[in-house]
């Protein structure tokens, strides 16, 4: 399974005041009414999220183009920025010695 299709299977099971959206797919070769509608989302670029109101015409703006775009509650917006936090925290650095130990019969 890709890592497209994994984010994509990403739909939100709870109801939230905050919706968070994301543009996936990209817009050239889009049809004139979703450029319009990821317009007025303030979707530019893929990629890119934006927070919106979970109110009924954005639900129905997210209709037109669900084909475009992952939709997260907050809930899961902040785990999966979590978890990408701690894949990119600093850890400590791998010491490789290359100088061969030398064996205990040698030194005498």
Not at 28 to 35: A, E, I, K, V, Y
Not at 64 to 93: C, D, F, G, S, W
Request: aromatic share 6%; with cysteine.
């Amino acid at each position: 399974m890709s890592a497209y299709n994994a984010f994509k299977a990403c739909v939100p099971v709870a109801w939230s005041p905050n919706l968070y959206i994301t543009l996936v797919r990209g817009i050239p070769g889009t049809r004139r009414l979703h450029r319009r509608t990821l317009e007025a989302l303030r979707l530019r670029k893929c990629n890119r999220t934006v927070m919106r109101w979970n109110t009924p015409t954005v639900r129905g703006m997210l209709q037109q183009v669900k084909r475009l775009v992952v939709i997260e509650t907050e809930e899961m917006y902040k785990a999966r920025k979590e978890n990408v936090a701690n894949h990119n925290a600093l850890r400590p650095p791998v010491v490789v010695n290359h100088h061969p130990v030398p064996a205990a019969d040698s030194l005498q």
